[in-house]
């Protein structure tokens, strides 16, 4: 401040002077008296410029104890990994090959954002986001009787949901760089019916080399494309009728993951992971060592300049103990393994890998699972009943979104799925006949979708949805979906 007030002095004086000579009477002009103003006037301009050498001198040394105070502010170790990227994409996009990034592999879609230009990611220590949905829905059929025949009931997230207004699922989601080996990731599913669940709560390493990621907690798993995903990232308002069959909505594990990103031009990545095997189609069975494991393996690349792929093949292996579903009024168990194969594509395409204005993505999943065990047939009840059972079933869905002008998105889903064949040994005996397991009678459900949606911002969606569907024989359901979803706070880049 001092100096400052120098300064201001200074330049008041140097205003002044014209003025003041002005109100003096007029001298006759001679060449000393010119020399006498030239030497004050140069005086003054070296004065001038000390004073403002001095103040810059000044508020750099300001500037640098500022910066100093703010690598102070930060975690441990982030000022020195200060170019590591943010949690959600640390571990394998950092050390993908350039054509991976060039692909869009690390590119953050719609409603997917990150922290204010310059501003450190943990600058807020841990990062806090919000999503925020919601739903009014119109549905022919009374959802409370829904059922996908010839499945097993998973008493997961299976069906379109309650009809009119629905709240719909809030996630609360905090995230930090732990320090320069570990981050972790804490997410809340909050429900429209004031429950709240742990949807993901995981640690990760940030410093292992050679490609190598591992992860440890609950997580959402790896296989197939759209399961590592959450919800308000998806593409329709809910998930195709294989994942509600085969995973019941979306398959969780607790337990332990590991990544293997390979040094090559193109993507891929090799995944394997141990849980405790209770999301379905397994359940709790109080034991130890791990109890469910998968595996899989994805491969991307460029397609020239405009167009990038990833194709990945899954594989989950689990087991049930007294599985129970309900059909009929009677309780059922099944105890036995079960083994599922996924495989997954998508296609994207950006007129000169520009998606701002213009872009167009296709994607399909295939499932395919076989179940062999003993099922329990009315269960609770004193005519219960125990059979060899075997299942062979399959199913999948294709969808296409096309963005046709900024903001503005419209996409097309088709589900199908085979309740395949099915050997129950009491029925084989004639024992029981279909007519007392309805559930379990051949069928293949099918629903056709078409969506609407627009973006005002990457913050904001809002979404038109039609669909009809043939979940049980001889009924059809057609259902209007309107949803909007709103981001709050920062949020991670997605996946490709």
């Known amino acids: 401040?001092?100096?400052?007030?120098?300064?201001?002095?200074a330049l008041s004086a140097a205003l002044a002077a014209p003025y003041a000579h002005a109100a003096t009477p007029k001298k006759p002009h001679t060449a000393s008296a010119q020399a006498d103003t030239e030497t004050q006037l140069a005086a003054l301009r070296a004065e001038i410029g000390a004073i403002k050498q001095a103040y810059e001198s000044r508020l750099q040394a300001l500037e640098s104890r500022l910066q100093q105070a703010e690598a102070a502010a930060q975690p441990r170790g982030e000022a020195q990994l200060a170019a590591a990227t943010t949690p959600a994409t640390a571990?394998?996009?950092?050390?993908?090959?350039?054509?991976?990034?060039?692909?869009?592999?690390?590119?953050?879609?719609?409603?997917?954002?990150?922290?204010?230009?310059?501003?450190?990611?943990?600058?807020?220590?841990?990062?806090?986001?919000?999503?925020?949905?919601?739903?009014?829905?119109?549905?022919?059929?009374?959802?409370?009787?829904y059922l996908l025949q010839g499945f097993m009931p998973s008493g997961g997230e299976v069906g379109p949901g309650k009809r009119s207004f629905n709240l719909g699922e809030s996630e609360l989601t905090l995230a930090a760089n732990i320090d320069p080996h570990f981050a972790g990731q804490l997410t809340f599913a909050l429900?429209?019916?004031?429950?709240?669940?742990?949807?993901?709560?995981?640690?990760?390493?940030?410093?292992?080399?050679?490609?190598?990621?591992?992860?440890?907690?609950?997580?959402?798993?790896?296989?197939?494309?759209?399961?590592?995903?959450?919800?308000?990232?998806?593409?329709?308002?809910?998930?195709?009728?294989?994942?509600?069959?085969?995973?019941?909505?979306?398959?969780?594990?607790?337990?332990?993951?590991?990544?293997?990103?390979?040094?090559l031009d193109q993507y891929l990545e090799l995944g394997f992971e141990a849980g405790n095997g209770a999301a379905f189609p397994g359940n709790e069975r109080n034991r130890n060592g791990a109890g469910a494991y998968a595996a899989f393996a994805h491969l991307g690349d460029?397609?020239?300049?405009?167009?990038?792929?990833?194709?990945?093949?899954?594989?989950?292996?689990?087991?049930?103990?007294?599985?129970?579903?309900?059909?009929?009024?009677l309780e059922h168990a099944f105890s036995g393994r079960s083994r599922l194969w996924v495989a997954d594509a998508i296609y994207k395409w950006a007129p000169g890998?520009?998606?701002?204005?213009?872009?167009?993505?296709?994607?399909?999943?295939?499932?395919?699972?076989?179940?062999?065990?003993?099922l329990d047939y009315a269960s609770s009840s004193a005519d219960s009943a125990s059979g060899a059972y075997r299942s062979v079933q399959s199913g999948w869905y294709l969808q296409s979104v096309y963005q046709f002008m900024p903001n503005w998105r419209a996409g097309l889903r088709y589900d199908r799925l085979d309740s395949g064949n099915v050997r129950y040994g009491l029925i084989e005996s004639g024992a029981l006949g279909w007519n007392n397991l309805p559930v379990l009678e051949a069928y293949r459900p099918r629903r056709s979708s078409i969506m609407l949606d627009y973006s005002p911002s990457e913050f904001s969606r809002l979404r038109l949805q039609l669909a009809r569907e043939q979940s049980r024989a001889g009924v059809s359901d057609n259902q209007i979906f309107l949803q909007y979803i709103m981001s709050l706070g920062t949020h991670a880049a997605h996946a490709f």
Do not use: C
């Open 1 to 9: 401040m001092k100096h400052t007030s120098m300064l201001a002095a």
């Open 91 to 145: 571990g394998s996009a950092a050390s993908a090959p350039a054509s991976v990034a060039a692909a869009g592999y690390d590119a953050a879609p719609a409603l997917a954002t990150a922290s204010p230009a310059g501003t450190p990611a943990n600058l807020y220590n841990p990062n806090i986001s919000m999503i925020l949905g919601g739903s009014w829905q119109n549905l022919r059929q009374d959802p409370q009787q």
């Open 191 to 263: 429900s429209g019916e004031n429950e709240a669940s742990v949807e993901e709560a995981f640690v990760r390493t940030r410093a292992l080399e050679n490609g190598l990621n591992l992860k440890a907690g609950r997580m959402l798993s790896g296989i197939g494309y759209l399961n590592g995903q959450h919800a308000h990232t998806w593409d329709f308002v809910d998930a195709p009728l294989a994942y509600q069959a085969f995973l019941g909505g979306q398959y969780k594990t607790d337990g332990i993951q590991g990544t293997w990103l390979a040094p």
């Open 302 to 329: 460029d397609l020239g300049s405009s167009a990038s792929y990833r194709a990945g093949l899954s594989y989950l292996r689990t087991a049930a103990q007294q599985r129970q579903f309900s059909d009929a009024g």
């Open 353 to 374: 890998g520009n998606a701002v204005s213009t872009n167009f993505k296709l994607q399909g999943e295939y499932f395919r699972r076989t179940e062999d065990g003993v």
